[in-house]
């Protein structure tokens, strides 16, 4: 019923164009013959031969109309959706009015019907003028009437770029009535293009012009239209919108403009990645990634933040069996899902296991003869690390040993352990049994054949447990946000950036490095924080608090990619480096792996004296195990410190 409505209406809407082009024909030959004495009736009826003209006129009239609803008709005049008219449909009207005047004089010429010549050019126009006015008039009255009606509750918009991206955004907005936006002002860095108008909205000026402008217009939404500008560019650019209180949203970085249309759904929040201040790592897998196709690959911890972004990136170079091993089966089975609907081809394959389970994994590699182990399972919260260090040992440290034993005795071709940089010169329980994986793998690389490589690197936004989603679901509980120490620092990578370095590290594998990754600048957290809740459109301090609740548990101020000993190589990629590996008494370290092994099986509670025993660049406080040996990075909470919060609420 609803369609055959919408056709009735359909039909009627252009019965009725059709009816209104009729008489504007008839109107535009009156209208053309009445211009050419000035508009003056008298003159038209009291001139001689006069007569003869408005004669010629009414008689060609039929023949006119239907050449011109024929012409208009074939140019599609009739079915455009005018609501949403733009340059096209402009350009096709004045064409096929243009067109259907040329057919007029020439026919009029061919019958014998006699006009003045000024009558043709005098048609065209008046036809031009009412066909356009039956077509835009309803868009004019409907986009008036929209502003008028919908200006109270409409979001006040600054767009940033005068580009290609701008323009369709604007235009975009202007004209649809499922935008709720007034775009107020445009920003662009191009003198060229201040003071000059897009879609009747001043382009105000370059980006110092930005916070003035969104006062001035009392802007709520700033609209980064700027796809293809280089990330530092775009960083300069957030860095002075987040002095506004206004949300701020963009395009996103990898967006192409096709045909030069954007849509308005292609408006994403201004993510914390835009604010690192760099371009993202890009590798070019292609040429490195022969190592992985037609073989098995086991990734162990598949269901998690880096497990399951190497499963993506492998599944797309072919491999012969892909097995991904976790002992979470939600994750896992998440991850499967999303494999099987992307690739289909795929052959892959699911286990529910625990790498702590030593019959487990040698019947899974008995079985499936993995050539390729990523070791990504592991524990990797520090704080709860260090409530249940024994944990830790189990899973982080006896897993390895089980795996990488597993690996070497089914002649594995290579063994990649996934570390942290929180392995080197640890405070803490999951770095130090980071570093005795480090310690197994470069043993292990020593017994066999197989190529045994741990990579390190340091936080990833993003990941399960990171700061970033903490930061995000406390403003969106109005606060406060939570940053353990004002000066702690950390350095960030995006998962798919240190999984394709993962990836190209195994393939640079000898056997025994310590590859390290290139993580650029290291970023405050304090910095990230206030980022977040500025591109949140909340001012710090004021909407949302930020709180200083002193260094968790084996928490350092900063981390460290590389001890001293271990010295630096360079590879073909400039972003990973070697870490020379540093020589340990290999009988000894597993006189004491075995000891630390019954150890962590009896929960002995100084479970810490053992680790420092494995590991002599370990440091903790005896008593305590929770921080590092520097009396400064013990944080003490003293109302001082508490109130060092309100001096930094009040913008101090």
Wanted: with cysteine.
């Amino acid at each position: 019923m609803k369609k055959l409505i919408k056709n009735k209406q359909l039909f009627a809407r252009r019965i009725g164009l059709i009816t209104y082009d009729i008489l504007a024909v008839m109107a535009s030959s009156a209208l053309g013959l009445l211009m050419r004495f000035d508009m003056s009736y008298y003159e038209l009826t009291h001139t001689v031969g006069s007569s003869l003209w408005i004669e010629h006129i009414w008689r060609y009239l039929p023949i006119g109309i239907v050449t011109t609803v024929i012409v208009f008709y074939l140019f599609h005049l009739y079915t455009s959706l005018w609501t949403y008219a733009g340059v096209p449909e402009l350009s096709a009207l004045l064409l096929s009015c243009i067109i259907s005047s040329i057919l007029q004089a020439v026919g009029m010429l061919i019958l014998g019907y006699n006009v003045p010549r000024s009558y043709y050019f005098m048609y065209a126009m008046w036809l031009i003028i009412l066909v356009s006015l039956s077509r835009f008039a309803y868009r004019l009255f409907r986009t008036f009437v929209q502003r008028r009606t919908e200006k109270a509750k409409s979001v006040n918009v600054m767009v940033i770029g005068a580009g290609e991206a701008g323009n369709s955004l604007i235009r975009e907005m202007n004209t649809s009535r499922y935008i709720q936006k007034s775009v107020m002002c445009v920003i662009d860095d191009d003198v060229t293009k201040v003071g000059n108008y897009i879609h009747g909205v001043k382009v105000v000026g370059g980006r110092d012009k930005i916070i003035e402008a969104a006062a001035e217009y009392d802007i709520d939404e700033i609209l980064i239209a700027m796809p293809s500008a280089p990330r530092k560019q775009l960083k300069e650019i957030l860095d002075i919108c987040k002095q506004t209180t206004c949300d701020l949203k963009t395009l996103p970085g990898t967006y192409q403009l096709v045909n030069g249309e954007v849509n308005v759904s292609q408006l994403r929040k201004v993510d914390v990645t835009d604010l690192l201040g760099r371009e993202p790592i890009e590798v070019d897998l292609e040429s490195i990634m022969g190592y992985v196709k037609n073989k098995v690959i086991l990734v162990t911890g598949g269901g998690g933040s880096i497990g399951s972004e190497l499963c993506r990136q492998l599944a797309t170079h072919r491999p012969k069996l892909l097995i991904i091993l976790d002992i979470y089966e939600n994750n896992a089975y998440d991850v499967q899902q999303e494999l099987m609907r992307k690739y289909p081809e795929l052959n892959l394959k699911v286990l529910i296991a625990s790498v702590r389970n030593t019959a487990r994994m040698n019947d899974i590699f008995e079985t499936y003869h993995p050539d390729i182990v990523y070791h990504a399972a592991a524990h990797k919260h520090v704080p709860l690390m260090e409530d249940s260090p024994n944990e830790a040992i189990k899973n982080n440290v006896m897993g390895t040993w089980k795996v990488a034993d597993a690996a070497l005795r089914n002649h594995a071709e290579k063994f990649v352990l996934i570390s942290t940089d929180k392995a080197v010169n640890p405070t803490n329980i999951m770095g130090a049994t980071k570093r005795i994986c480090e310690m197994i793998v470069q043993s292990y690389d020593r017994k066999g054949d197989t190529d045994f490589v741990a990579v390190r690197f340091g936080n990833v936004l993003g990941s399960n447990g990171s700061v970033i989603p903490l930061f995000k679901k406390q403003i969106e509980a109005g606060g406060p946000v939570t940053v353990t120490h004002p000066r702690i620092i950390r350095y960030f990578m995006t998962i798919p950036e240190a999984v394709s370095l993962v990836l190209q590290a195994g393939a640079y594998a000898k056997g025994g490095e310590i590859f390290v990754l290139d993580m650029g600048e290291p970023v405050k957290i304090l910095d990230l924080a206030e980022n977040l809740i500025r591109l949140s459109g909340y001012v710090p301090g004021e909407d949302i608090n930020i709180e200083f609740t002193g260094l968790r548990p084996g928490e350092k101020l900063y981390e460290e990619m590389l001890m001293k000993e271990e010295g630096m190589q360079d590879t073909a990629n400039k972003l990973i480096h070697i870490g020379k590996p540093i020589e340990f008494d290999e009988d000894e370290f597993y006189e004491k792996l075995e000891e630390l092994k019954k150890e962590s099986k009896e929960e002995k509670a100084d479970v810490r004296i053992w680790i420092k025993d494995l590991v002599p660049t370990y440091q903790y406080t005896p008593g305590t195990g929770m921080y590092g040996s520097k009396e400064e990075d013990i944080p003490v909470i003293t109302d001082d410190a508490r109130e060092g919060v309100r001096i930094y609420k009040r913008g101090v």
